[in-house]
């Protein structure tokens, strides 16, 4: 088994970098091969809504970034695992352009799917979505708006999906039981 492990944090924020060494440690004592992205780190291009990934140059994006990588790393693994900071109920800007790229993954084409549209799959298998949130300081509807847009994006990409959210005042045996607990919901081992 294979997981990505995604930074989506900026580079002052202690929280999501600590959230992130819990996250590294626990996957790699799960005995999964662990490819660590931190986007902080790599250019990856707005998406500009031009389509040509998917009727120009299907599954490729006109951007030749990390974009572009980023794509081709998420459909060889088996989880995604991300870290990010909750910024009003949604992901940090950094994972949202990220995320955002993801577009050629999935066909132009529209179809139901239990009684909602979405856009078909391009490939046979995704990997699971897990998303770790942080936050300073419980907020109850924030959380939920993040646990909701997770699950959103599971669902788009027809595959599970789970979310956790930890918080500066936790100690660090509380972050790695909610980081473990997450991994655990989703089956994460070797």
Not at 116 to 144: A, D, F, M
Not at 147 to 155: A, D, E, F, P, T
Request: aromatic letters at 8%.
């Amino acid at each position: 088994m294979k997981a990505m492990l995604v930074d989506g944090s900026f580079s002052h924020d202690a929280l999501s970098q600590r959230t992130v060494d819990i996250a590294r440690t626990q996957l790699g004592g799960r005995g999964l091969q662990v490819d660590e992205v931190v986007l902080r780190d790599k250019k990856v291009n707005d998406c500009i809504g031009c389509f040509n990934c998917w009727v120009k140059t299907p599954g490729i994006c006109v951007f030749n970034d990390f974009g572009r990588e980023y794509a081709k790393m998420e459909m060889f693994c088996d989880f995604i695992v991300a870290v990010t900071p909750v910024t009003y109920g949604g992901y940090s800007s950094l994972f949202k352009r990220a995320m955002d790229r993801q577009i050629c993954v999935l066909l132009p084409y529209m179809k139901v799917r239990k009684g909602e549209t979405h856009h078909p799959l391009r490939y046979r298998y995704y990997p699971k979505l897990l998303v770790i949130g942080t936050l300073q300081q419980p907020n109850e509807s924030t959380e939920k708006t993040f646990s909701q847009l997770v699950s959103r994006n599971g669902i788009n990409a027809n595959t599970a999906s789970d979310s956790v959210v930890v918080y500066g005042s936790h100690d660090e045996n509380e972050t790695k039981e909610r980081v473990s607990a997450l991994l655990t919901r989703a089956e994460v081992r070797s």
